[in-house]
């Protein structure tokens, strides 16, 4: 049972805003707004459960989709350039980032930690380059802009994108070989490398997709907004690791997953956007979303402290 | 009565004062008795030697002394009065100091922050820490045991004596109070043989002090060239205390192995007809930190044993070989070469390896008993790149049902288990992927009873349908139970083999002390 709370709790926190706010909070324009606003921190999210399974942080994400953001929108902007060709290209830079983020980590030695943050502050170097230190805004192609507002079975696309990849990831790590063996490679390094299992190459997978699925969301993010904004990117990495923790206790408890990951982005979502409706001040939402995070993995840690299969933290 | 032992004890050697005496000291984990009715004393100004094979009880005394254990019966006393070392500080306070084999050392931090360990600072004015005068404190330490290096460099970076200066100085630097008692536990054991000697001086150096010195080996050489008296454990009793003029290497190595011995060299007369086999595992001229140039062949259905001290390179060959560790040379399995550094290549090429460790090195603690079980090999499980949880969920059953796991939980976290069965899932792990050659390293250590039995009845099995075992283990009964030939290691090569009926616990534990 302990491995729904998450269902229960955002069950609970739906009733009480209902309750509260019913002639806000129980509309269809929130529901959209809430699918539609969490896709793009949603995509993060569940791209960062990938390394995070195999045991290797990636700080960059952020600022992957930040340079994505800019440089999606400024292709539109400045340059007639397909908008499948622009997506594709947007994918290969992330690819690109995954890859030099895996030499650091896995050639050279650096700490993961270290080595995304480097790059993150790489990125954000390019990030003023490419923007000139200014927003970007200017008309964009229809085409470009359906791809971020279309709105299917009455949610907006993006949400279906995230569906998909929360499916596709979930898949992958529960149901190949190469999810065990990731999983295997966050737990124990050394001891699945003595099983056989190619730790290095896992962690190098993993730092790509990770990258690769940010710089996507970043492409959905500027289809969304239709310009872009310079600082929109960076912010999205701390509610992406909440999500992440947040969801390993979920669904398949203990273990960092996908469809835990996508349980607790709509419960933190659904609770800031309740409190936002019912008209508290501001900073209201971070304190929601950061006591919320302490309590559910503070609880979770404290009920399995000396038991197994342990350890929420990479 | 405890005069009259005193009295007894000084007439045998001279020496000073009475610093420790241990009194019928004993201690029992479950079923096992690892201390009986233990005497034990040493004098200022003495180097006291214990020495005895792995289990017979010197590490417990040493855990005792160090209040690590609670002795189950019996008295210590420090300089005449009683003396509980599980009093936190008591040690400390009485002049009893330790170096334990892995040192204790931060490399990470330079000499004089690792001397400061423990002790802390001398601290000025507003609790400013003055280097300068740490660091002059520290050079004096050393000085005394006549070391004479660049205290600001980090202890990572230094020669394995001088790391074993360092651990020692700063266990004699006086805190509470001086030094009164130095205990070494195994203080040689991973020093390249070069750097012994200068070790040796330090220690003789420490005793023209006045100070007490226990010293821990199982390096006969050494202890006779150091002690002055040795004290011999056997199966946790004591077998006497000696002075240590009056013991040479033979007369020791009868001492500890007991069995009143027959054979004066240890080799072996009659060799057993050596059966006929297919090589499996061919090794050659393998190389790595200690092993030193090691050939050897593995054949088909052949259970083969390797022994050795601590420190002869046994307990690198598994990982060696596997690929785990460092190393040169060659290893082929069935013609097909391994290559170093790959152990994914290693498990394709028909190798499989239980390691020692099996915590840190075995076994994935985030994961279920049945994800163990199954890491080596997913294969069987696949159907078009997708796993099938069922195939997988019978197959881990019978196997579980197989060895005996208990309980028989494959969800259950791999870690709940009692260390047997944690083995015997790690073992499960490599014989459901029915390797050419199965490299075992301590496969029953920290195991109970049954699960021991257990464990060497499946070795024998994978031999009999046709794998090759390599089995490294101290327990010398072990080898003798399962082994078809055994290997014995020393200083980094192979030092002799024991072929069928010559294979005998006595004639390993020999081979290993010479």
Not at chain 1, 224 to 252: C, D, E, H, N, R
Not at chain 2, 231 to 247: E, S
Request: contains cysteine; hydrophobic residues 45%; aromatic residues 6%.
């Amino acid at each position: 049972m302990d491995r729904l709370s998450g269902i229960y709790i955002w069950g609970l926190i739906i009733l009480i805003f209902a309750l509260w706010v019913p002639e806000t909070f129980l509309t269809t324009t929130t529901l959209r707004v809430l699918a539609s606003d969490q896709a793009v921190t949603g995509m993060v999210a569940v791209g960062l459960v990938v390394p995070l399974a195999c045991g290797v942080f990636d700080l960059s994400i952020g600022h992957v989709l930040g340079f994505t953001l800019v440089a999606a929108t400024w292709m539109n902007v400045n340059t007639g350039i397909n908008m499948a060709v622009v997506t594709l290209m947007m994918v290969a830079i992330g690819v690109a980032v995954g890859l030099a983020n895996a030499l650091l980590v896995v050639k050279i030695g650096v700490n993961s930690f270290i080595a995304t943050l480097a790059m993150s502050s790489i990125l954000q170097a390019f990030i003023l380059f490419v923007s000139n230190n200014r927003q970007i805004a200017g008309e964009f192609s229809d085409e470009f802009k359906s791809f971020g507002r279309n709105v299917v079975l009455g949610l907006p696309q993006p949400f279906f994108y995230l569906l998909g990849l929360t499916l596709i990831i979930w898949f992958v790590l529960e149901y190949t070989r190469s999810g065990r063996y990731a999983y295997a490679t966050g737990g124990n390094p050394a001891a699945a490398r003595l099983a056989g299992v190619r730790t290095d190459r896992f962690v190098t997978v993993s730092l790509i997709v990770s990258a690769a699925v940010a710089a996507f969301a970043g492409v959905v993010l500027a289809a969304k907004l239709g310009s872009a904004s310079l600082t929109a990117g960076p912010p999205k990495l701390i509610p992406a690791y909440t999500a992440v923790f947040l969801g390993s206790t979920q669904i398949k408890r203990g273990r960092i997953n996908a469809w835990g990951t996508l349980v607790a982005v709509y419960l933190l979502a659904t609770g800031v956007k309740g409190l936002q409706l019912s008209g508290t001040e501001v900073w209201v939402d971070d304190l929601f979303n950061g006591v919320t995070l302490a309590l559910a993995v503070g609880i979770a840690v404290y009920r399995r402290r000396g038991d197994s299969p342990g350890g929420l933290a990479p | 009565m405890t005069d009259l032992v005193r009295a007894g004890a000084a007439v045998t050697v001279a020496g000073g004062e009475s610093l420790l005496e241990v009194r019928g000291v004993s201690k029992a984990f479950g079923p096992t008795e690892a201390l009986v009715d233990v005497d034990f004393d040493v004098r200022a100004g003495e180097i006291h030697a214990l020495v005895g094979q792995n289990g017979s009880g010197k590490s417990t005394l040493v855990k005792i002394l160090a209040g690590v254990y609670d002795p189950d019966g019996g008295s210590i006393a420090a300089e005449g009065s009683e003396f509980d070392p599980r009093r936190p500080g008591e040690a400390r306070l009485r002049g009893l100091r330790f170096v334990h084999q892995d040192l204790g050392l931060v490399d990470s931090l330079d000499v004089v922050e690792n001397l400061a360990l423990g002790r802390g600072y001398d601290v000025r004015f507003p609790r400013r820490i003055s280097w300068r005068h740490e660091r002059h404190r520290t050079r004096a330490a050393l000085a005394e045991l006549g070391y004479d290096l660049d205290v600001r460099s980090l202890v990572g970076s230094l020669r394995a004596s001088e790391r074993s200066g360092i651990a020692i100085a700063r266990a004699l630097d006086g805190w509470e109070s001086a030094a009164r008692l130095l205990v070494l536990d195994e203080p040689t054991a991973s020093l390249p043989e070069a750097e012994v000697a200068r070790l040796f001086d330090v220690i003789r150096t420490i005793r023209a002090r006045g100070v007490g010195v226990i010293y821990v080996s199982h390096h006969l050489d050494e202890v006779l060239d150091l002690a002055d008296r040795v004290t011999i454990l056997r199966d946790g009793a004591r077998v006497g205390t000696f002075a240590a003029d009056d013991l040479d290497h033979d007369r020791m190595v009868e001492l500890i192995v007991g069995r009143g011995s027959v054979i004066a060299g240890g080799e072996a007369e009659t060799p057993g007809a050596p059966a006929e086999y297919e090589p499996s595992l061919v090794v050659e001229d393998l190389s790595g930190t200690v092993l030193r140039g090691v050939s050897l062949q593995v054949g088909a259905g052949e259970v083969v044993g390797v022994a050795g001290l601590t420190g002869s390179g046994r307990e690198e060959l598994g990982p060696a070989l596997f690929g785990a560790a460092g190393r040169s040379g060659s290893v082929s399995v069935r013609g097909n070469p391994v290559p170093a550094g790959r152990p994914d290549l290693a498990v394709a090429a028909g190798l499989g390896f239980v390691p020692a460790d099996r915590k840190s090195l075995g076994l994935v603690a985030s994961m279920v008993v049945r994800e163990n079980v199954t890491l080596a090999d997913l294969r069987p499980y696949l159907r078009g790149g997708i796993l099938r949880h069922r195939k997988e969920r019978s197959d881990v059953d019978a196997w579980l049902g197989m060895l005996d796991v208990r309980p028989r939980n494959q969800t259950l976290g791999t870690m709940r288990l009692s260390g047997g069965n944690q083995q015997k899932v790690l073992l499960a792990r490599w014989l459901r992927i029915q390797p050419r050659v199965l490299v075992l390293d301590e496969p029953t250590q920290g195991v109970d009873v049954g699960a021991k039995a257990e464990i060497h009845r499946r070795i024998t099995d994978a031999a009999r349908d046709g794998a090759g075992v390599l089995v490294c283990s101290t327990d010398s009964a072990e080898l003798v139970r399962v082994c078809d030939r055994v290997l014995v290691m020393q200083r980094g090569g192979i030092g002799a083999e024991l072929l069928g009926r010559d294979i005998s616990e006595e004639r390993i534990d020999r081979l290993c002390l010479s």
